[in-house]
């Protein structure tokens, strides 16, 4: 019988070996699956990140986009403004060029009367001094 106890007793200890090695092993399982989840929960929100910068990145880009669709719209106003000056400075020029050609013109007229009225004035001066002699 004494056999019979040491086996049970033996069989007891093994059995508490066993159970704490299990044990052991079921504390190093959770470890490693709280581990994991602790990375698989630090890589969502890397990403998470991620895409709140990227949707930043998009934000600020979509500003620039518009701010330099608005000073395009700008530009083209401030042409079209230098546009109809253009225009008006063209208008202008022509207006001067006929006003100038019509005071040539008036200038070769009065040239002409001025040349006549001399050659009046000469040919009154040479029957003058034709008198005078």
């Not at 701010?67 to 230098?82: D, H, L, P, Q, T």
């Not at 002409?112 to 008198?131: A, H, I, R």
Request: glycine fraction near 4%.
């Amino acid at each position: 019988m004494a056999m019979r106890e040491e086996w049970s007793a033996s069989a007891v200890t093994v059995r508490a070996e066993n159970a704490k090695k299990w044990e052991k092993d079921r504390v190093k399982r959770e470890e490693r699956i709280m581990k994991w989840e602790e990375d698989r929960v630090k890589r969502e929100e890397a990403r998470e990140i991620r895409e709140i910068k990227a949707e930043e990145e998009k934000k600020k880009e979509s500003e620039k986009v518009e701010e330099v669709e608005e000073r395009a719209a700008k530009a083209e106003e401030r042409a079209a403004k230098v546009e109809e000056e253009l225009e008006k400075l063209k208008k202008t020029v022509e207006k001067l060029v006929k006003k100038i050609e019509k005071m040539g013109k008036w200038f070769e007229e009065q040239e002409g009367v001025v040349e006549e009225e001399e050659e009046e004035q000469e040919e009154e001066g040479c029957s003058e001094n034709g008198k005078g002699m």
